[in-house]
């Protein structure tokens, strides 16, 4: 999968209630792509920052996929944490446990409105 795959096809609607299995999938894809390791080396506690798989660089363009899946900007104060990019798992809980708790959040919201 090219690294256009992996940025299209997603609507806001979609990134909201992406299932975050489906998201680690995606950011092993990348990182695969980006650092030549093998799909197949990559688990979901692979040190990506002490493992020299993610620059500073890296995690900036990392940032930026992250935005298109979860449908929001990161802010800086999550992109300076660098605990969030320490591997898949910590990425996938900083972020896409987010992105479905702000879901719910708002399928809520809509019920207790249409009462």
Do not use: C, H, Y
Request: hydrophobic share 40%; glycine share 4%; charged share 30%.
């Amino acid at each position: 999968m090219d690294l256009e795959k992996l940025r299209t096809g997603v609507s806001n609607q979609e990134a909201m209630t992406m299932d975050p299995n489906i998201s680690k999938e995606k950011i092993r894809e990348w990182v695969s792509l980006q650092s030549g390791v093998s799909i197949k080396d990559l688990n979901d506690d692979t040190p990506l920052l002490d493992g020299d798989l993610l620059d500073s660089f890296g995690q900036m363009s990392l940032s930026l996929l992250i935005e298109e899946l979860i449908g929001r900007e990161i802010s800086v104060q999550e992109i300076s944490r660098l605990e969030n990019f320490k591997s898949i798992r910590s990425i996938a809980l900083a972020f896409f446990r987010t992105a479905l708790t702000i879901d719910s959040t708002i399928a809520a919201q809509s019920k207790s409105e249409d009462i």
